[in-house]
């Protein structure tokens, strides 16, 4: 059991770091910090995504005769979109929060409710 | 003819991309290159479904690289049916956003959101054809950073709080379609849906953990963005604080391109036959019925127009959802074509209170009294919308429950026509006092017929015809749909 958990450790520690930013996101009220869930559970997936692809005492994918196994080149460069994709997703909720500021004044959604609440 | 499919999404990449140069032209008005460009996309759809109705269904492969190495781009009698729809019912929410997008963005945005506008199209097209799971993400992320641009755009401080709403939840549902990508990816080797449909079995033996997990995660991360119940949330508010025509792409296209998505991987890359082993369909059917309840009963007590709408296509989608996981061949195309039906209506319904408002300034149902006298056309449009949600005989509405009622007799369970009885009476209880009140309720003040401008009400007409159209004659929708069912079911 913890030997199978040991060479598998990448899982586990992907899947930790995936709830650690599953639960920032969803419990903090702060959005600066619901954005930095967002990547902490990003950073997650994309451990596992490349993860897969690995081949212990494996090379890089270029070919050469005197190596005998490569590493899966694809979840690297699946990754390499999802980390723009990621990127842009950041720097799109950050330029809302930026604009969320200037309209309420906070970044606490508790408070931004309240705000909305009084107005109604 | 064979590149068409790519050419669509590549040129309206390309629209995207120009309309912030041509608008820097003073004498230029976007607007009218967003016309022409959807006009050019629907000219291209028709032509693609052509090529399928004289052909067949076809795999286009970008750059000659096949299937395993290469990304598969798939046009099959789905693609055909989103794809005009797509095109179709954008083209008419452009006409209506010519003229009516400036009182509620402003004048100096306009460029930007006709930008945007190209880019949810692409993004709309290309989830519509890719049978690529990386594709589907890739693309799945573009439709929700546009759309969410598409609420957010609106300088108000209510659209950018929905909009944030809408991405932060977005977020946690494409994380979660990655994971679940990852996962199938882990178990199969493969990233296209033709080659994992053919190694599903095989992995569900040896690791039926990872499939569990990865159809759990779709169901959830598509089923927020296409607002399944209970995970519909961001809905009410984005969908009614948007300016109009982005209310009408939301709800009419947007939310329905991700039920397609998953319909097409829950029945086209998983197979019917994992059912056997998990129950998704009665779940999806238990969600849907509590959203078809709950979402009508929400209706009901919103003041506001556009509110009662938006809480109105949760309801809607709970039928989209129930016919889809009834798994019989007439539920499945009732479901399709009740997702149809419900894009032209909804989409006309917000063109609608977004001409209302743009002629009175009024938000309020309670405000609505006699409305009949200022603006005919419009109400009329409003009302037909109004009967083919409740599914009186003539309208659209009415073909798909009656193809949603047979399909449940099909599947040997007669209780959810009761079901879909009730759910019709609780749409009639909040549309009909619109409907009389607009028509025969006492007006505030003496009003005069003083309709919106033609180029607004052209596309409210075209879409009210097109629902009255569908109910009358729906044997060629019917048969679009019948083969996806046929091309899902075995």
């Known amino acids: 059991m913890v030997n199978q958990l040991m060479t598998n450790l990448h899982y586990l520690v992907a899947m930790i770091l995936f709830i650690i930013g599953f639960h920032t996101m969803l419990t903090h009220s702060n959005l600066i910090k619901k954005v930095i869930g967002m990547n902490i559970m990003e950073t997650g997936i994309f451990l596992l995504f490349i993860s897969i692809g690995y081949v212990r005492g494996g090379s890089a994918p270029i070919i050469n005769d005197s190596i005998a196994s490569y590493v899966n080149p694809l979840p690297s460069a699946l990754i390499l979109t999802g980390i723009v994709v990621g990127v842009s997703l950041t720097a799109f909720s950050l330029s809302m929060i930026l604009k969320i500021y200037h309209y309420y004044g906070t970044v606490d959604s508790d408070e931004i409710m309240k705000i909305k609440d009084a107005e109604e | ?490």
């Open chain 2, 1 to 490: 003819m064979t590149h068409l499919p790519v050419l669509i999404i590549v040129f309206y990449l390309v629209l995207a991309f120009l309309t912030p140069l041509l608008g820097r032209i003073k004498r230029l008005n976007t607007g009218w290159l967003a016309i022409g460009g959807t006009l050019a996309g629907l000219i291209m759809a028709a032509v693609l479904a052509w090529h399928v109705a004289q052909n067949g269904p076809y795999s286009y492969f970008p750059g000659q690289w096949q299937a395993p190495i290469g990304i598969e781009v798939r046009v099959d009698a789905l693609t055909v049916l989103m794809t005009l729809l797509n095109n179709g019912v954008g083209l008419m929410v452009m006409l209506f956003a010519l003229r009516g997008v400036k009182n509620e963005i402003g004048e100096g945005l306009t460029v930007w959101y006709n930008t945007i506008f190209f880019l949810l199209m692409a993004a709309l097209n290309g989830l519509a054809m890719s049978f690529d799971l990386f594709n589907v993400f890739v693309f799945t992320e573009i439709g929700t950073i546009t759309a969410c641009a598409l609420v957010a755009i609106k300088p108000k401080r209510m659209c950018i709080r929905a909009a944030l709403h809408y991405l932060i939840l977005s977020t946690v549902g494409s994380g979660m379609i990655l994971l679940a990508i990852s996962l199938i990816y882990m178990v199969t080797g493969h990233l296209n849906m033709g080659f994992i449909s053919g190694e599903i079995a095989g992995a569900f033996a040896l690791y039926p953990l990872n499939i569990y997990v990865a159809m759990g995660l779709f169901i959830v991360g598509f089923g927020i963005k296409a607002a399944l119940f209970p995970l519909h949330i961001w809905l009410p508010d984005a969908h009614s604080s948007a300016p109009a025509p982005s209310s009408a792409l939301l709800s009419g296209l947007v939310v329905k391109i991700y039920i397609v998505v998953l319909g097409r991987l829950l029945f086209q890359m998983f197979g019917v036959g994992i059912f056997e082993n998990i129950p998704v369909p009665d779940v999806l059917i238990f969600l849907a019925i509590l959203g078809m309840l709950f979402g009508s009963i929400s209706a009901m007590n919103q003041l506001e127009f556009k509110r009662m709408l938006a809480y109105s296509s949760v309801a809607q989608i709970g039928y989209i959802f129930l016919g889809l996981s009834l798994t019989t061949h007439e539920a499945m195309a009732g479901g399709l074509f009740h997702m149809v039906s419900h894009a032209l209506t909804k989409s006309m319904l917000f063109l609608a209170a977004g001409a209302i408002y743009y002629k009175t300034g009024i938000k309020k149902t309670d405000e609505l009294n006699g409305i009949g006298y200022q603006l005919p056309l419009v109400t009329a449009a409003v009302t037909v919308g109004a009967i083919s949600m409740i599914g009186i005989p003539g309208t659209s509405g009415f073909v798909s429950k009656w193809m949603l009622a047979f399909g449940a007799f099909d599947a040997q369970r007669p209780l959810l026509v009761g079901v879909l009885l009730i759910s019709s009476l609780l749409n009639a209880t909040y549309y009909f006092p619109l409907i009389s009140r607009a028509w025969f309720g006492h007006p505030r003040s003496s009003l005069r017929w003083d309709e919106p401008p033609r180029l607004m009400l052209l596309p409210i007409i075209v879409l009210m015809i097109g629902n009255l159209w569908f109910g009358i004659f729906p044997q060629t929708l019917r048969i679009l749909v019948v083969q996806v069912a046929s091309m899902w079911l075995p």
